[in-house]
């Protein structure tokens, strides 16, 4: 699967960003989606995910702000940013996991800005 991520940009604090993550191939359904970020210096953690069902999971520090869906019909994941911070800059990345062999695809990444 290839995945192609966009959306990013730069922003002032309190906006609102959605990121997309559209995926080619067959069988999306068979991926977990995750949103990935990684800020200047830091290591890349987890956002958000979303199985194929719908059970989405968020880091702790995130949950409230940032909201996570797929359209399977399209073959694309959303990440919805709002109230944005400085914190928040970093680049996101688009993941999907298999979800039986757990192997990992990964997108090249947005860029998001969020100016104070």
């Known amino acids: 699967v290839q995945l192609q991520a966009s959306g990013g940009g730069l922003v002032q604090a309190g906006g609102s960003l959605r990121l997309s993550c559209a995926a080619s191939g067959s069988f999306f359904t068979f991926y977990t989606m995750n949103w990935y970020r990684q800020a200047p210096g830091k290591q890349r953690d987890l956002v958000a995910g979303v199985t194929s069902g719908g059970t989405t999971d968020y880091a702790d520090s995130l949950q409230g702000r940032f909201i996570i869906s797929r359209d399977n019909a399209k073959n694309t994941v959303y990440l919805q940013m709002n109230n944005l911070t400085p914190e928040d800059t970093a680049v996101y990345y688009c993941?999907?996991?298999?979800?039986?062999?757990?192997?990992?695809?990964w997108g090249r990444g947005t860029l998001v800005t969020v100016s104070s």
């Open positions: 993941n999907a996991r298999q979800t039986i062999s757990r192997k990992d695809f």
